[in-house]
C-alpha cells in the first residue's frame, strides 16, 4: 500500500498492511538535515520508512502573532521599534492607531537554535488587549480570510502517494485571544467578566469558522484543528471545556464533514478526560495523544473506551522514551503501542511532539524500525 492509501484506511478503522508511522519530526529534521522544507521531509520519509504527514499553514498574515518590518492595515498607522537586550533578544514595541482607538504590545524574541532553545516562543510583555475598551479596536487588525489554497494544492502533488496533506487552523486561543489578551487574565476573564469573556471567544470562534469554511471551499481535505491552548494542561477545567470550546469544535467539525473533508485535533497536554467530547463533536482524528509523565494518556483504555470512533496518532513520548531512552526502551515501547492499538486499525504511530535537537540517531533509527517490526498487519486488506 500507498503511504496515502495507509493513512486513510487506519482514520476509517481499517487494517491497512501495516501501521501508518507519522512521527512529528521537525525540530529533529532542522538539527540533522539543515532545514524544515516540505522537499526535505519527503526525503526524511523515504530515509527512514515514514508515512508523509503533512501540514501546511494557511496563507495570510496574523498580526497578533506576527512582526514583520512593514503592516498592510490601509486603516491603521502603525508604529514599531525594535531593540536588542543583553541576551541577544529583540524585543519589539509596537503601536496600532486605528479608527477604534489604539493599541499597543511588546514582546521579546529570542535567538533560535541556542540556550533558549530550538524554537523559542515569543514571551509577552505587554499583550494587546489590556481592557474591555482595547477590544473595540481589534477587528481593524485582522486581515482578510485567504482564500488561495494553492499552496495547499501545490503541497499536496509534492506529497503525492507518499502520504497526506492537512491545513492548519488554530483553534480558539491559539494565536488568537490567548495571544492578544494573554492566558492568565483570559481566565480571570471567564470569571470576573463572563460577557468580556464570551464576546472574545464569539469574535474568535467566527474567525476559526471564516479561515476553516475558505479552506474548505479552496479543496482542503483535512483540517488540522489546534487546540493546545484549550488543553487542561494549560489550566482548563473540563467543565470550561464542555461549557465553551466543545461547541465551538463541534460546529467547526460539522463544517468539515459537510465538505467531505477529515478533522484532525491535536493536543500535546492532557486529553483523557476529554475524549468523550472529542466523540461527541465527531472528531475524526486525535493527537498527540501524549502518555504520562508529561500527559495523562491511558491507550489501553482510550482503545477500549473510543477505538471505534477516533483513530488516535502520536502516543510515544519524544523525550523520556526517544531522546534520552535506549534502542531498547524505544522498542519496548513502540511493541506495546502496537500490541495495544494495532487491532482493527484506527492507530496512527506518532510522538507526543516533534523530537527534539539533540535526540541521537540511532534513537530515530530504532523508532522507526521497530515500528516496521511491529506493525505488521500480515497481508493488510
Not at 187 to 202: S, T
Not at 358 to 367: M, Q
Request: proline share 6%; with cysteine; hydrophobic share 40%.
Amino acid at each position: 500500500m500507498t503511504g496515502r492509501e495507509r493513512i486513510l484506511a487506519a482514520v476509517a478503522h481499517q487494517e491497512p498492511d501495516r501501521v501508518p508511522v507519522a512521527p512529528r519530526i521537525g525540530v529533529w529534521m532542522d538539527e540533522h538535515y539543515g532545514d524544515t522544507s516540505l522537499a526535505t521531509y519527503l526525503r526524511l520519509c523515504e530515509d527512514f520508512g515514514g508515512d508523509a504527514f503533512h501540514c501546511e499553514s494557511l496563507p495570510g498574515t496574523n498580526y497578533v502573532r506576527a512582526w514583520p518590518e512593514e503592516y498592510n492595515l490601509p486603516e491603521v498607522r502603525v508604529e514599531q521599534s525594535r531593540e536588542v537586550d543583553e541576551d541577544g533578544c529583540t524585543i519589539i514595541a509596537r503601536t496600532f492607531h486605528t479608527p477604534a482607538g489604539s493599541l499597543s504590545d511588546r514582546v521579546r524574541i529570542c535567538p533560535p537554535k541556542g540556550i533558549w532553545g530550538w524554537m523559542p516562543d515569543p514571551q509577552y510583555l505587554e499583550h494587546l488587549v489590556k481592557t474591555r475598551e482595547d477590544f473595540a479596536a481589534l477587528p481593524y487588525l485582522m486581515t482578510p480570510v485567504a482564500t488561495d489554497m494553492g499552496g495547499y494544492h501545490r503541497a499536496e502533488e509534492m506529497v503525492g502517494d507518499l502520504g497526506v496533506t492537512e491545513v492548519y487552523v488554530t483553534g480558539l486561543l491559539g494565536f488568537r485571544a490567548g495571544d492578544w489578551r494573554g492566558m492568565e487574565r483570559l481566565m480571570m476573564d471567564y470569571h470576573d467578566d463572563r460577557a468580556f469573556f464570551d464576546a472574545q471567544i464569539d469574535f474568535a470562534g467566527r474567525r476559526m469558522m471564516d479561515e476553516t469554511r475558505a479552506a474548505l471551499e479552496g479543496g482542503v481535505r483535512i483540517i488540522f484543528g489546534s487546540w493546545f491552548y484549550e488543553s487542561l494542561s494549560a489550566g482548563w477545567s473540563p467543565t470550561i471545556w464542555r461549557e465553551v470550546f466543545l461547541p465551538w469544535l463541534s460546529r467547526q467539525v460539522e463544517m468539515v464533514h459537510a465538505a467531505g473533508a477529515l478533522y484532525h485535533f491535536y493536543d500535546d497536554g492532557r486529553m483523557q478526560t476529554i475524549l468523550p467530547m472529542l466523540v461527541e463533536a465527531g472528531v475524526d482524528i486525535a493527537g498527540t495523544c501524549t502518555p504520562p509523565p508529561v500527559g495523562d494518556f491511558d491507550l489501553a483504555a482510550a482503545k477500549r473506551d473510543f477505538g471505534r470512533e477516533l483513530c488516535f496518532k502520536g502516543y510515544i513520548d519524544l523525550l523520556y522514551t526517544v531522546k534520552l531512552g535506549t534502542v531498547r526502551i524505544i522498542e519496548e515501547a513502540v511493541e506495546q503501542a502496537m500490541a495495544i492499538a494495532k487491532p482493527g486499525g484506527g492507530f496512527i504511530l506518532g510522538s507526543s511532539d516533534s523530537f527534539r535537537e539533540g535526540t541521537p540517531l540511532e534513537n530515530v533509527r530504532a523508532y522507526f524500525d521497530a515500528a516496521r517490526k511491529y506493525g505488521s498487519y500480515g497481508g493488510g486488506i
